[in-house]
């Protein structure tokens, strides 16, 4: 009796260590899927996560561009308060930067364009997207993926904001005016100095 009392508690306690080790497996994997990146801009630091399980393309594509120092030295061109920020793809005297090839549109990724997300900006071609980004300052629920067709294919969100909204939220309030065919151009400038990969 007692033999069989001891194989059940070892088992137990078998069952219990087995658990545990695939708790730390699952937790290990939930961080594997999660990257953060620090954008140092000329009004503070945004820190956001990027969601690489959800759209591996374009966090591979801004994780490229950042690790590659091409965003240093780019300004976020195009402020629009109680909509976005955008930036990436110009230098401060408006030189457009060169890119990679153009990347898969991920807007069916489940991931909606609300407060504080950030995601990749394109042209009216669905698979457009290059090395320009925006924070969403407001829920933007119309960029959302609706459909297949062009028109409701929508924006592909990759990352969020978990610290520095402050920040955004100072940017979208700068004022801003037309250069050339660009509108919404901030008449401050607003410069990223550089975006880290921190893992």
Known sequence: ???KVCQYVLFIALSFLMC???KTEE???VKDKIKTALIQTSMGDIKIEL???KAPISVKNFVTYAEERAYDGTIFHRV???FMIQGGGFTKDFKQKETHAQI???AENGLKNVRGTLAMARTSVVD???NQFFINVTDNSFLDFRGKNPNEYGYAVFGKVIDGMDVVDKMKKVKTD???PHQDVPKETIEILQVKILN
């Open 104 to 106: 898969k549109n991920e």
């Open 20 to 22: 545990a080790d695939l």
């Open 80 to 82: 629009i308060d109680n």
């Open 1 to 3: 009796m007692k033999y």
């Open 51 to 53: 969601y690489q399980d």
């Open 128 to 130: 457009s997207a290059t």
């Open 178 to 180: 037309s250069i050339g």
């Open 27 to 29: 937790n290990e994997i």
